[in-house]
């Protein structure tokens, strides 16, 4: 196999620093199964990693991307042959092993996922670890009970991927959704999605009927997913009916949770954690069948804003840490 390229990121004596730059097969990280890689995608954890702004990767260097799908060239696993679509998303890509940003990838045969076939690979990470951290939240959500019948689901963050992805999917899974975003200006794209509301998150903690600072306000979500953490997250848990349940999937605002026991102990509320990166293999595989069929978002190719080359990562990046993202961006690495 030749050199090819790859968007490798550096932390030595020379600093941190990352880009596009050669790369041959033998320095890839371990793994039975290598894939010619046809999308990434760019998610809040790549724009940490690759700008060193967040602590993401463990160990140096590596290449970028927590998502990559493609078709196998070499497998040393039986259960892959030269030609299979596949994906992987998180399980230590771009954190202790190469990740997606490169034209060629070595996966663990035990987190690479067949492509389902109602998914194409250029869907597959339009959706990709945003798409699967949604999905998953609806997963313990149903697995806690939760039902189109306690209420409106209110959806944080609701103009970023993962928001946009959630709005589409749990509308698909026929509950209303309540979106809550900073930029009201996308109010028509997010109904657009599915979402019957479209509430502003600067305007939630005024008036009469406004999330506040109590320990339970009026129940007015039947349950959350919640991208923003801090605040938001507090004013969610307390304004959540009996028995719902509120996931936290994300920490946009801020990772500090101020809250008291209050919604737990008198309501019933359930805090859902989503961990995406170490789902296990069976509850992977089944939320990507969900994600290919029952649960497929209906609108992928809106909620893809943006399609990049490698050569374009870092601007994405400074945009998306800046809060400018809109949507999924997706990365054409395949000519």
Not at 103 to 128: N, V
Not at 230 to 241: E, F, I, K, M, P
Not at 244 to 273: E, H, Q, W, Y
Request: glycine share 12%; net charge neutral.
């Amino acid at each position: 196999m030749h050199n090819f390229r790859a968007f490798r990121i550096h932390n030595n004596d020379r600093g941190y620093r990352a880009g596009i730059e050669p790369m041959r097969a033998d320095d890839l990280s371990r793994g039975e199964v290598v894939i010619k890689t046809a999308f990434s995608s760019v998610n809040y954890k790549d724009a940490l990693a690759g700008t060193g702004k967040g602590k993401i990767l463990r160990r140096f260097p590596l290449n970028g991307g927590i998502d990559v799908a493609g078709h196998v060239v070499e497998s040393s696993d039986p259960k892959f042959k030269e030609g299979d679509a596949v994906l992987c998303t998180g399980c230590g890509l771009s954190e202790t092993r190469d990740g997606g940003y490169a034209e060629y990838a070595r996966l663990d045969a035990k987190w690479t996922i067949p492509l389902p076939k109602e998914l194409s690979l250029r869907e597959s990470m339009i959706l990709g670890t945003a798409g699967f951290t949604a999905a998953l939240a609806l997963y313990r959500m149903h697995d806690n009970r939760q039902s189109p019948e306690l209420g409106p689901i209110a959806i944080t963050g609701a103009t970023g991927g993962v928001g946009m992805l959630a709005v589409d999917l749990f509308s698909r899974a026929g509950f209303e959704v309540h979106a809550i975003s900073g930029k009201p200006e996308h109010g028509n794209f997010l109904k657009a999605l599915g979402a019957r509301e479209v509430l502003d998150r600067h305007e939630l903690a005024l008036g009469d009927h406004a999330l506040g600072h109590k320990p339970l306000e009026q129940a007015r979500f039947g349950g959350a997913v919640d991208n923003a953490g801090g605040t938001l997250l507090a004013q969610l848990l307390a304004s959540t009916v009996p028995y719902g349940n509120v996931a936290s999937i994300g920490l946009a605002a801020d990772a500090k949770l101020d809250t008291t026991v209050m919604p737990f102990i008198i309501r019933g509320v359930s805090l859902l954690g989503i961990a995406s990166a170490g789902t296990a293999r069976d509850i992977r595989e089944a939320i990507w069948q969900h994600l290919a069929s029952d649960w497929k978002p209906a609108h992928l190719d809106r909620v893809c804003t943006r399609e990049v080359a490698l050569d374009e990562l870092p601007d994405v990046f400074d945009a998306m840490l800046a809060g400018q993202s809109f949507g999924r961006t997706l990365v054409r690495i395949a000519g």
